[in-house]
């Protein structure tokens, strides 16, 4: 079974230019996370979607962030424009979404942005 | 608020034994988690600990007290793969909270 599929793995992009990434959850997964992180740091959530509803995202900068998840499958992250201070690894997870708690999380190997 | 505390790096020698605390303070709690991290890579599912007590897999044992906030991850007969970040996570309301991880160093 496939895992979770991020693209691109690397993007250096210059200060002010615009950067998308793409996550493909694990087939049957309902919620879909989109973290950020830091080097030396636990991952920070950025937005939680079940199925197709942004259910959290509280902590998202919407001034210059924005996320879709189109029919509750694929989701992308976009960041528009991009400052220094947006360097860092942007990781995609997915879980079945259990009752009882939010349930293991399978994360995508991450897209390392660096912004110059 | 809401933290989780863990020591930043830990070293400990192949074959040993390790124990990584992470104490919490959440406004609710559906469980605690453990995860692994090597450097570049993405978090992998360790451990899953909701009841008081020893939860036992293999050379790793998670052990969890509700009332104290606290819960330890147990790493048996080291192996240099053992280096690597080691994330300790609360579902807290079904929002994870993530601590900044612990850095385990093995030495030859």
């Known amino acids: 079974e496939a895992g979770v599929v991020q693209s691109p793995r690397y993007k250096i992009i210059e200060k002010k230019q615009p950067v998308a990434f793409w996550c493909n959850p694990i087939?049957?997964?309902?919620?879909l996370y989109w973290y950020l992180q830091n080097l030396g740091q636990g991952p920070e959530l950025l937005i939680r979607?079940?199925?197709?509803?942004?259910?959290?995202d509280s902590q998202l900068p919407k001034d210059r962030f924005s996320a879709e998840r189109l029919k509750g499958v694929d989701s992308t992250l976009k960041i528009q424009p991009a400052e220094l201070g947006d360097s860092a690894v942007y990781l995609c997870?997915?879980?079945?979404?259990?009752?009882?708690?939010?349930?293991?999380?399978?994360f995508g190997e991450g897209s390392r942005l660096t912004v110059l | 608020g809401q933290n989780i505390d863990q020591p930043t790096e830990m070293t400990a020698t192949e074959g040993a034994i390790v124990q990584i605390n992470c104490t919490y303070q959440?406004?609710?709690?559906?469980?605690l988690f453990w995860y692994q991290q090597h450097a570049g890579e993405a978090p992998t599912f360790l451990s899953y600990?909701?009841l008081d007590g020893l939860e036992e897999k293999g050379r790793f044992s998670s052990f969890l007290s509700r009332s104290k906030g606290y819960s330890y991850l147990l790493l048996k007969e080291l192996q240099m793969k053992d280096s690597a970040s080691y994330l300790c996570?609360?579902?807290?309301?079904?929002?994870?909270?993530w601590g900044a991880g612990t850095k385990l160093i093995i030495k030859p």
């Open positions: 087939s049957g997964h309902n919620t």
């Open positions: 997870a997915s879980s079945l979404g259990e009752q009882s708690n939010t349930g293991e999380l399978f």
């Open positions: 979607y079940e199925n197709e509803e942004a259910v959290d």
């Open positions: 996570a609360v579902d807290s309301n079904y929002q994870l909270i």
């Open positions: 959440t406004s609710g709690f559906n469980g």
């Open positions: 600990n909701v």
